[in-house]
């Protein structure tokens, strides 16, 4: 498939009814094994794709996020929806050139956040909804549009106020989002709460002890997406091994390895 025909496909899940696994992958490889499973789309991560570098989370480049998505883009044959955080940008013409380069790389949708690491704060809710404006804009510019996925990030910066939440949302779907995002739902209420309110399509992030994927997609949402949580397990379980073998000298950890089966997505 194409990235047009990828871009239709992903506006296609978002349309359809019932909600879609969206697993995050943080490399080529694990793209690929993701994409083999059978998930019938993808999503990047900002955390484990910082990590893979050997960075922390927001220390990525842009550049170095468009080339991360050229790789996964060209390796699979589903959806690629790219987290692309404040979208690189203090302006709006920078969000602007964001988006365009991530459609170039291949991406089927992208997002952008209103939270600013610069002064660790939410953005004012008129400025946020004119940069989400700008990156609608551009991510449904001619004829082969992205999803553009808008995020409030109240939850995940200890504003625990599920109205300003909603009330940003509802602002980012008049901006002309395609879906929203608010990580950090914890409950089936909160997240039916949401997804009446918005009247859109809804993602939600796994939450520890929160929903399974059946009382969410009951709540109505549309996506279902892990964030760094895949890589953040694949990374304890090789400190775990290595910790094993440093401290006594034993390898039980290889008694879970990957499947000859699953070996074979890789080349």
């Known amino acids: 498939m194409t990235s ?23 490399d080529v490889g694990s793209a690929r094994l993701l994409a083999h499973a059978g998930f019938e789309a993808l999503a990047t991560t900002s955390a484990g794709l910082a990590w893979s570098l050997g960075k922390d989370d927001q220390d ?44 170039e790389a291949g991406a089927a949708g992208c997002s952008i956040e209103d939270y600013d690491p610069a002064t660790g704060t939410i953005d004012e809710i008129g400025l946020a909804t004119e940069r989400v404006a700008a990156a609608a804009d551009a991510a449904h510019r001619d004829d082969d549009p992205m999803v553009l996925t808008a995020r409030c990030e109240n939850l995940l910066y200890g504003i625990d106020d599920l109205d300003d939440t909603i009330e940003r949302l509802v602002a980012y779907r008049g901006a002309g989002a395609d879906c929203l ?15 009446d309110a918005v009247g859109a399509p809804v993602n939600v992030l796994t939450w520890p002890n929160g929903p399974t994927v059946a009382a969410i997609a009951e709540a109505g949402a549309r ?3 892990v964030g760094g949580a895949l890589a953040s397990h694949a990374y304890a379980s090789a400190m775990a091994g290595a910790r094993e073998l440093l401290d006594s000298g034993t390898t039980t950890f290889r008694a879970v390895s990957l499947r000859p089966d699953d070996r074979t997505a890789l080349g």
């Open 60 to 103: 990525v480049t842009l550049d170095e996020l468009v080339e991360h998505t050229r790789r996964l883009t060209t390796a699979i044959g589903v959806p690629l929806n790219v987290d692309s955080e404040r979208c690189y940008a203090a302006d709006t013409d920078g969000i602007e050139r964001t988006v365009r380069l991530l459609h």
């Open 223 to 225: 996506r279902v997406s």
């Open 4 to 26: 047009t025909d990828l871009r239709r496909r992903f506006a296609e899940l978002h349309a359809r009814d019932g909600v879609f696994l969206m697993p995050n992958p943080w």
């Open 181 to 195: 995002y608010a990580p950090g739902l914890a409950t089936v209420e909160q997240i039916r709460t949401v997804v």
